[in-house]
């Protein structure tokens, strides 16, 4: 029994107020005196078809009954509604008229937007199990050494030499080499590291499909009759 309109006759109205016909009549029936008055039903032009294709036509329609709003990606865009309307096309709505229907449609789409982009945009990351590791590795060295050298040496017995470190004055040296270093070392290293570790489940692509049905369920829920 029938109590409300369904979005397949609603997507219907819609295809045959644009012009669209699941008939057309054969191109040689024009040669044939008279014409020929029969029609060919052209499956690629059943409305069911249509829908299940979720060509051109109809996401136009689809995305007027959602008042133009869309999910941030085209194609999750494009994946939601499809499944949407291949899901629900033959079920009844909770609401008596399409207007009606629609403002529960798009106040339920509000709620669970975002819900439903980060799903999405995360999807890869909920399957693979994806953790991302970042490390940042700031070394500082600061360092400062000295050096003294001193050499010296004598021709004859009687040469009197200074080989104090502190000392820098020598006398009696037939050769007094005196060389003095020091070097400071200041170095800053920064070094960041970026990780990421995936672990491939199949159960976890499971999960990912029961988070989605969740979404369904509440439009099913809240848009739609809960009879058979």
């Not at 008939?23 to 044939?32: A, E, G, L, R």
């Not at 003095?180 to 070392?185: F, L, S, T």
Request: aromatic share 12%; net charge negative.
């Amino acid at each position: 029994m029938m109590v409300t309109t369904t979005i397949y006759k609603y997507i219907q109205s819609e295809l045959i107020k644009n012009g669209k016909s699941e008939m057309t009549v054969p191109d040689d029936s024009k040669y044939f005196d008279p014409p020929l008055d029969f029609i060919w039903f052209d499956d690629d032009l059943q409305f069911t078809t249509k829908i299940l294709k979720y060509d051109e036509d109809i996401e136009e329609i689809v995305n007027q009954l959602f008042a133009g709003l869309s999910l941030k990606n085209k194609e999750h865009d494009h994946h939601f509604k499809k499944t949407f309307i291949n899901r629900f096309t033959d079920r009844q709505i909770n609401r008596q008229t399409i207007e009606s229907f629609q403002m529960q449609l798009v106040a339920t789409f509000l709620s669970y937007e975002d819900y439903i982009n980060t799903i999405y945009e995360d999807m890869e990351k909920f399957i693979t199990q994806t953790t991302t590791n970042k490390q940042n590795n700031n070394q500082s060295t600061d360092g400062q050494s000295t050096s003294d050298n001193r050499s010296a040496f004598q021709d004859l017995p009687q040469s009197s030499t200074n080989l104090d470190l502190n000392d820098t004055t020598m006398d009696h040296a037939t050769d007094n080499t005196i060389s003095r270093n020091k070097e400071v070392n200041n170095q800053v290293v920064d070094v960041q590291t970026t990780g990421e570790n995936k672990s491939y489940n199949f159960d976890e692509l499971a999960k990912v499909g029961g988070v989605l049905e969740k979404i369904y369920n509440e439009f099913d829920r809240k848009c739609f009759l809960q009879v058979w």
